[in-house]
């Protein structure tokens, strides 16, 4: 390395190797960095839609990770193929959307009673 | 920073500087953490409709992860979970996380390389076009009746592994006997549409049945694997042709008879084919947890 910085190697990879899949860490590489995590549970009505917000403030759109549990201890990344008859989160960026000082989601609930959902966002300290 | 860690920002950024993109790395935030990075595949064979695979991670906790998917007809690699073009389900993957597990799912709308065919023509002799009656009705006459499907997916010789005549009971009579009748496949190399196909040349398969029929508006099937193998065997037969089949009452009881109308749902051909499709997933799995 030319510069000063960190290189942190996986066992049995060489230091000197530039191959991005051999390194632990490196400041070559920049990192994407967990700036805030938030889980949340969303309460939805028969027929409606029920919002679940992170206000991150970052001042610009961050690159986001969005979970949701809407079958009990069943996690999926991102959406899911809607349920027709149950609850699903909505892809529709008019209603789910990241901006740059807050990221929302929204749920649908097409199940003849209220039910509930939950959310996990990770928020990152880079551009999305 | 106030405490002790490490902060490493970007070339001709500030040290001093709180914005996140000027940061290359700061124990002030915390990095997902590998767990698992591994490939799974899935063998999808013909009628299923929904497989399924199992990554364990043993991690006691609903952990982060990240799947792709890959199809063998394309080249590329796709997020999953995903939902699948326009309205209309065709194909889709799925992943789910548990404390334990993650598991990965692909799921077809349609069972695979299963091909269902909605009958084309009936025939009665009893009512004619667009009826379809076997058996002997309540005024003791003898029916007997056909069925046509167009644009079958079937080459010539074609090897495959089934072939079902789904019948569907429209209506039937009040005899408690069974419906009896002796079955045929129409031995042409494209069958026409009808008009009284009931002289048409013939399958030498056939088959002798003593039907007891369902309730209204529900199936009985006929394995027509050999009827339909004799037709694809012919000189003449060539894929997106038509089949038919005969139906010649063979001494039922008067009032022992079922019949349907061409209006859909009715009748249909299913006929599955061999061959296998290998999906692969890509897991990342971190030891971060959701919850």
Do not use: C
């Given at each position: ?128 | ?113 299963q091909f269902t065919y909605d009958i084309n023509d009936y025939w009665s002799t009893r009512r ?164």
């Amino acid at each position: 390395m030319g510069d000063y910085g960190i290189k942190v190697m996986l066992p049995g990879k060489d230091i000197t190797s530039s191959e991005p899949r051999d390194h632990v860490l490196s400041s070559k590489f920049s990192a994407v960095k967990i700036v805030n995590e938030t889980l949340g549970t969303v309460v939805i009505s028969s027929g409606g839609t029920a919002y679940g917000t992170v206000n991150h403030n970052l001042g610009f759109v961050p690159l986001t990770l969005l979970y949701t549990e809407t079958t009990p201890n069943s996690w999926e990344m991102g959406f899911p193929f809607p349920s027709p008859a149950g609850i699903y989160p909505n892809s529709n960026p008019n209603f789910t959307n990241i901006g740059t000082a807050k990221s929302i989601v929204a749920f649908v609930n097409n199940a003849l009673t209220t039910g509930t959902a939950r959310y996990k966002i990770y928020t990152m300290g880079d551009s999305g | 920073m106030s405490n002790i860690g490490i902060k490493v920002v970007n070339a001709g950024t500030s040290i001093q500087s709180n914005d996140p993109r000027d940061i290359i790395l700061s124990s002030k935030y915390s990095m997902f953490k590998y767990h698992y990075d591994g490939t799974i595949s899935l063998t999808v064979n013909p009628g299923d409709t929904d497989v399924y695979g199992t990554v364990a991670h043993n991690l006691g906790y609903i952990p982060a992860s990240m799947s792709y998917v890959s199809y063998p007809d394309t080249n590329l690699q796709t997020f999953v979970p995903e939902i699948p073009y326009g309205v209309d389900l065709q194909r889709y993957s799925s992943a789910k996380m548990g404390t334990s597990n993650l598991v990965v799912g692909f799921h077809l709308a349609e069972p695979y390389n299963q091909f269902t065919y909605d009958i084309n023509d009936y025939w009665s002799t009893r009512r004619g076009a667009n009826y379809f009656d076997v058996g002997k009705y309540s005024d003791g006459n003898t029916m007997n009746g056909a069925t046509r499907f167009t644009n079958i997916n079937l080459n010539k010789n074609e090897s495959y592994i089934s072939a079902n005549l789904d019948v569907l009971v429209g209506s039937k009579g009040t005899a408690s006997t069974d419906t009896k009748f002796n079955f045929y496949g129409i031995d042409e190399d494209n069958t026409s549409s009808f008009g009284d196909p009931m002289g048409r040349d013939r399958t030498t398969s056939t088959q002798s049945k003593s039907q007891s029929l369902p309730p209204i508006n529900n199936y009985f099937g006929i394995d027509v694997h050999n009827e339909v193998n004799e037709i694809i065997s012919r000189a003449g037969w060539s894929n997106g042709n038509a089949i038919g089949f005969l139906f010649f009452n063979n001494n039922s009881d008067t009032g022992a008879y079922f019949g349907d109308a061409l209006v859909l749902p009715a009748s249909k051909l299913t006929i599955t084919k061999s061959g296998s499709m290998t999906i692969t997933f890509k897991v990342i799995i971190f030891k971060d947890r959701i919850i």
